[in-house]
């Protein structure tokens, strides 16, 4: 909450260059905290690996979220039943993406690749990212586009082990899948209808999500059988839970709202290089000279394409469809 406070105070107080420039800041740290949050969340799921099955750790981590967030979403949600009803289908779709696919791939994936894999393989997400936005009609600019694919080839040699030539596993392949459903998510984000709130917003993908899931889950329950209940397991799902599911995306989808998904996704560059130091730190992954190189041309790639760059005719607070075009303006613009 103190954080809409903060983009409402910034759009009201300070018109000019100065607050939209303040503004789009915002969102890029926003966009920083949601990649460092979701980097520990790789090193939680490769933990309980092997004593949580995945479809298991993501119920768990659904209902855990939204018992963080019920308490500050909940009155909202319910204000805003009417509207949630009139777009029900966006948001089911959302939570598919979002919700349901995304982390069940990333849990799947952690049986069979490492912390550092997963984190390097998600950062292909904001390549895609870069072309929903474009092919929607968003101008991406020639610094954006260099810094998006000097990332992307320190991406590509990390995940190579400093060459270009690799071959990937069964968990890469689910990690490449969740990188597509994240993207597509965070496209849909793009779509949100200005009028609905945030965490109204965030409630309703977590509850469709949890409910999505809970075949699945009854099945695994079924046939693999429930988990041992230690701190070992519990740990985990709270941080994944909390941390990773109510403050990352709640922070992920308002710094959306703000610079928009192909900005956000050049941000989210950086996790790799979090995920790495974090297994090396915790798991014992092993980060050498080849890597650092790698993570140099990634951090290089996310200064370029993340400078807030404002244009004198931008609103201070884009739409929820990201920097606003001549097409698509806020109330503000057309006042």
């Not at 779709?93 to 894999?117: D, I, K, R």
Request: hydrophobic content about 55%.
């Amino acid at each position: 909450m103190a954080v809409m406070d903060r983009v409402r105070t910034v759009s009201q107080t300070e018109p000019g260059n100065t607050g939209r420039k303040g503004v789009a800041g915002l969102g890029v740290l926003l966009a920083l905290l949601a990649t460092v949050v979701w980097s520990g969340s790789f090193v939680a799921t490769r933990g309980m690996a092997e004593t949580v099955p995945p479809v298991q750790a993501v119920f768990w981590r659904w209902i855990i979220a939204l018992v963080a967030v019920a308490p500050f979403a909940a009155r909202q949600a319910w204000q805003q039943r009417a509207l949630i009803r009139r777009h029900f289908g966006y948001i089911a779709l959302a939570s598919l993406f979002g919700v349901a696919l995304y982390n069940t791939l990333v849990h799947q994936a952690g049986l069979t690749t490492s912390a550092s894999n997963m984190g390097m393989i998600m950062a292909a997400s904001p390549v895609i990212m870069a072309l929903y936005a474009r092919l929607g009609g968003e101008r991406l600019g020639k610094r954006r586009t260099f810094g998006m694919l000097l990332a992307a080839f320190g991406v590509l040699l990390l995940v190579g082990d400093g060459s270009l030539g690799f071959d990937f596993g069964a968990g890469d392949l689910w990690m490449f899948a969740a990188a597509l459903s994240f993207a597509t998510y965070s496209a849909l984000l793009k779509r949100k209808p200005a009028e609905l709130g945030g965490l109204a917003f965030l409630i309703t993908t977590f509850v469709l999500g949890a409910l999505m899931l809970a075949p699945v889950y009854a099945v695994s329950v079924s046939v693999q059988g429930g988990f041992e209940v230690t701190t070992g397991t519990v740990g985990p799902l709270l941080y994944v839970g909390v941390f990773s599911s109510a403050v990352a995306f709640f922070a992920w989808n308002k710094a959306i709202t703000i610079i928009g998904a192909a900005r956000a996704g050049v941000v989210y560059y950086l996790q790799p290089v979090c995920v790495a130091g974090l297994g090396f730190l915790l798991l014992g992954e092993h980060t050498g000279p080849a890597q650092l190189l790698c993570m140099a041309l990634i951090l290089g790639g996310v200064g370029l394409g993340s400078v807030v760059s404002v244009r004198p005719d931008q609103p201070a607070v884009p739409g929820v469809a990201g920097p606003a075009s001549p097409t698509r303006r806020s109330p503000s613009a057309r006042r």
